[in-house]
Nanobody, 120 residues
Framework: QVQLVESGGGLVQAGGSLRLSCAAS????????MAWYRQAPGKQRELVAA???????NYADSVKGRFTISRDNAKNAVYLQMNSLKPEDTVVYYC??????????????WGQGTQVTVSS
């Protein structure tokens, strides 16, 4: 059973920083892309940042220059360093992984979500 477990959300003042972490566990053979998405109430889930197994990154325009995605392949983990946070960054953030697991035909996995709240 593959699980993505997130941590690091919380409350921070505008201009502050938070670091989200996500670790994948289970019978994992390989992990392709890992990413962070976020979703506001009543809105579609949107990509925040993604990183391939080779380290190529992609960011939403709204977070470029403020957020940095990284991963540790040895730990099956992905991180999101969020700096210069704004009140509009207040949403639930979800970890995503495109991976292959032994005994599973599922490819896409999601974490349970972690709330980030930025006060003005």
């Amino acid at each position: 059973q593959v699980q993505l477990v997130e941590s690091g959300g919380g409350l921070v003042q505008a201009g502050g920083s938070l670091r989200l972490s996500c670790a994948a566990s289970g019978s994992i053979s390989s992990i392709n892309e890992m990413a962070w998405y976020r979703q506001a109430p009543g809105k579609q889930r949107e990509l925040v940042a993604a990183i391939t197994s080779s380290g190529r990154t992609n960011y939403a325009d709204s977070v470029k220059g403020r957020f940095t995605i990284s991963r540790d392949n040895a730990k099956n983990a992905v991180y999101l360093q969020m700096n210069s946070l704004k009140p509009e960054d207040t949403v639930v953030y979800y970890c995503f992984a495109d991976l292959r697991a032994r005994g599973s035909s599922q490819y896409y996995y999601w974490g349970q979500g972690t709330q980030v709240t930025v006060s003005s």
